[in-house]
């Protein structure tokens, strides 16, 4: 079951690490659309208001939070199931592989398009050939993502839902937590406290 696009992890991550994870999904679908559609809108030109904070959130977002989600699948999701003696785990291992080395050449997309945007705000304009090739690596990179995700959504995800315990589902969602700047022991206490009846008076 995913989360919604607003909620904090703090709101999920222990109860529903898996959820927040297609939640993550959901917002790196949105700022790679957003930085296609500002990109294509403004041409290179001098960008708005509302058109620089658009840029410089989706800039954020893949500078700060897209490297955790990463780290959630590459150090605390994919290990525990390659440790999973099963053949229907066992038949994925090479797409895990495939997911682990897709995330090194996004990043390597999402350096030169971080460098390309950030120009482009500190300048204010573009050049007509570097906004072409923004255009076509944003283009390449929606076009990845939107194969990356379907294989993880529809192969890996499910499977790790079925055949990962509730232990292990905890660890995973403990260290998104500490990945996030949370202190999980804090946060499992907020979490039942919060699921206790309010007291009669």
Not at 9 to 35: D, K, T
Not at 57 to 74: I, Q, V
Request: charge should be negative; include cysteine; proline fraction near 4%.
């Amino acid at each position: 079951m995913g989360i919604k696009i607003g909620e904090k992890p703090a709101e999920n991550v222990l109860s529903n690490p898996l959820g927040l994870l297609y939640n993550c999904h959901r917002r790196v679908e949105y700022f790679i659309g957003v930085l296609l559609s500002v990109s294509e809108a403004a041409e290179g030109g001098v960008l708005n208001d509302g058109q620089q904070h658009a840029l410089k959130s989706a800039l954020r977002y893949f500078r700060e939070a897209g490297p955790k989600h990463t780290e959630d699948e590459e150090d605390s999701l994919f290990p525990r199931m390659q440790q999973i003696q099963n053949p229907k785990i066992e038949a994925v291992l090479d797409k895990i592989e495939m997911l682990k080395q897709g995330h090194r050449d996004a990043e390597d997309d999402h350096q030169r398009i971080d460098q390309w945007v950030q120009g482009w705000l500190d300048q204010g304009i573009l050049s007509a050939e570097t906004l072409q090739t923004l255009l076509v690596c944003l283009k390449r990179l929606s076009v990845f993502y939107q194969a990356h995700i379907q294989i993880e959504e529809t192969e890996i995800f499910p499977l790790a839902e079925k055949w990962l315990n509730v232990s292990e589902i905890e660890h995973i969602g403990r260290e998104m937590a500490v990945r996030r700047g949370l202190d999980p022991d804090a946060l499992q206490q907020l979490t039942e406290a919060l699921k206790k009846p309010a007291s009669s008076t």
